[in-house]
């Protein structure tokens, strides 16, 4: 148990589909955050929260919607996907900005 | 931006010793961080430096030189466990930005 839990941990869709993955972290963190991991690459930022405010959104297409309800979870809304989109996106979360982070299992989503 | 340069597999035996350089350019240089991936699972901490010189941890050991933009991961006594991904992340204007990670394969 790391204190970030991620469900689905796998992730089948179409490109038409619509679908919502959900982070919780019980760490009492401040700042949460969406990372894609892609075979081979860099982990790559999606989008950070400091105090439930989106603080950063590195150029994600709009296809990806995140939602920070509040400073235990975390949403990342999923729609008319690409193929390119497969990968593992990671959740994580950390006390403060720049600090250690702790990272959820992951989803490992495939596009159809 | 900034460049993060590790290199893409090791592989070494079961009791060695293996070492894991990481190369930064960046600005804004905060401390850097070396994770660990086993296939299919999250990345767990391993070693934060932010100051310059080593920093021993049982079997793992980090240094670092910022002077230098350079950094290693020293894994000592190798176990079959060990197997795994080294992911290096720097510290820089709020965020850490990680390398593509080193895939290290300990054979018996």
């Known amino acids: 148990e790391t204190g970030v839990t991620q469900t689905p941990r796998h992730l089948v869709m179409g490109m038409t589909n619509k679908k919502s993955l959900k982070c919780e972290q019980h760490?009492?963190?401040?700042?949460m955050y969406w990372y894609k991991q892609s075979a081979k690459k860099p982990l790559e930022l999606m989008f950070v929260y400091s105090l439930e405010e989106r603080v950063e959104n590195n150029s994600v297409p709009s296809r990806f919607s995140p939602e920070c309800p509040n400073s235990s979870h975390l949403f990342l809304h999923l729609h008319t996907l690409q193929p390119e989109d497969s990968a593992l996106y990671l959740c994580?979360?950390?006390?403060?900005?720049?600090?250690?982070?702790?990272f959820g299992s992951g989803t490992q989503l495939s596009v159809l | 931006g900034q460049n993060i340069d590790q290199p893409t597999e090791m592989t070494a035996t079961e009791g060695a010793i293996v070492q894991i350089n990481c190369t930064y350019q960046t600005s804004g240089f905060n401390g850097l961080f070396w994770y660990q991936q086993h296939a299919g699972e999250a990345p767990t901490f391993l070693s934060y430096n932010v100051l310059d010189g080593l920093e021993e941890k049982g079997r793992f050991s980090s240094f670092l030189s910022r002077s230098k933009g350079y950094s290693y991961l020293l894994l000592k006594e190798l176990q079959m466990k060990d197997s795994a991904s080294y992911l290096c992340?720097?510290?820089?204007?709020?965020?850490?930005?990680f390398g593509a990670g080193t895939q290290v394969v300990v054979t018996p």
């Open positions: 760490l009492g963190h401040n700042a």
């Open positions: 992340a720097v510290v820089s204007w709020g965020k850490l930005q």
């Open positions: 994580a979360s950390s006390q403060n900005r720049e600090e250690q982070l702790f």
